[in-house]
């Protein structure tokens, strides 16, 4: 059965601090990994990840892909309590683009 | 542009009721998909149309069922109501091409009592 799993499922850091978030998957016919970035509402979408090794980076926030062991992870440096939220990894399989999600990680930031 | 616009925003209802949902999309996304997230399960994806047809379907019962107008517009129907159907109902859309990622509307919140 496919799946994808993220770890850990919660995380509470102090502000400043660098994290990293794991998501491991099992999926046939894997396309593609992307992240999201869930506060109150909609899941935002920060990163698809599609080759190996090549490092996906907007502002603080950083990814990469690794298809040989099949995991990503998603790095936040300079953590700031606006980076508290729910952040989502989900793999696209198939030939039509749908996505499987984990259960996500809960990152909270402490002043 | 303007995002992807779910309503309603909020919803009550009772045990063997029915209820729809509606999606409207992102201007020029032929795709449209439909999850519930639960605190338990996480999101759980339910169907996907494309150009108003089905093109896939996650294992939920047939009480869940949807469909997508020419304009792209969704709408999910749930009937006969359950406790367990009680959750936040996502919709995304995308271009429905590989590469093109899917852009999340708020939800609607359903509670059933």
């Known amino acids: 059965e496919d799946k994808v799993v993220q770890s850990p499922l919660s995380l509470v850091v102090h502000e400043g601090d660098t994290v990293t978030l794991n998501c491991s998957y099992e999926?046939?016919?894997?396309?593609?990994l992307l992240w999201y970035k869930q506060e109150k509402k909609a899941p935002t979408f920060l990163f698809m990840l599609t080759s190996s090794g090549i490092e996906k980076k907007s502002g603080r926030l950083s990814s990469i892909l690794d298809k040989k062991e099949l995991f990503s992870i998603l790095n936040i440096t300079a953590t700031q309590t606006g980076d508290s939220a729910v952040y989502l990894c989900?793999?696209?399989?198939?030939?039509?683009?749908?996505?499987?999600f984990g259960k996500g990680t809960k990152l909270s930031v402490k002043p | 542009k303007a995002g992807v616009t779910q309503t309603p925003r909020y919803l009550i209802k009772t045990r063997g009721q029915q209820v729809t949902l509606s999606c409207s999309p992102i201007?020029?996304?032929?795709?449209v998909s439909w999850y519930q997230q639960t605190p338990g399960q996480g999101l759980q994806f339910l169907f996907e149309y494309f150009s108003e047809t089905q093109r896939n379907k996650g294992n939920f019962p047939g009480r869940f069922s949807g469909r997508q107008f020419s304009n792209s517009r969704s709408e999910m129907n749930v009937s006969t109501l359950e406790l367990g159907d009680s959750a936040l109902y996502l919709c995304?859309?995308?271009?429905?091409?590989?590469?093109?990622?899917?852009?999340f509307g708020d939800g609607t919140r359903l509670s059933i009592l």
């Open positions: 999926v046939t016919n894997f396309r593609s």
């Open positions: 989900a793999v696209e399989w198939g030939s039509q683009g749908n996505l499987i």
């Open positions: 995304a859309s995308s271009s429905g091409h590989l590469g093109q990622p899917q852009h």
């Open positions: 201007s020029g996304h032929r795709s």
